[in-house]
């Protein structure tokens, strides 16, 4: 499976968070990705960081308020 799918799988059917936007973009085999969620409170933010970083390949995941 690839990594955008098991990263799109895990926020919208795991943790039924919507995604609001997605932007990924990729060179040499190595991708850079912005996804805009709409979450419920930090502690839903804190399970979605959590569980992206268990994705085998995944190396990051940062958090930018709006």
Do not use: A, C, P
């Not at 085999?29 to 709409?38: A, E, K, P």
Request: hydrophobic fraction near 35%.
């Amino acid at each position: 499976m690839g990594l955008v799918n098991e990263v799109t799988r895990v926020i919208s059917n795991n943790l039924n968070v919507n995604i609001h936007s997605l932007n990924i973009s990729g060179d040499e085999g190595y991708f850079h990705g912005q996804i805009t969620l709409h979450v419920k409170n930090n502690k839903q933010v804190n399970n979605v960081i959590k569980k992206l970083l268990e994705i085998d390949g995944l190396e990051k995941v940062t958090r930018n308020s709006s």
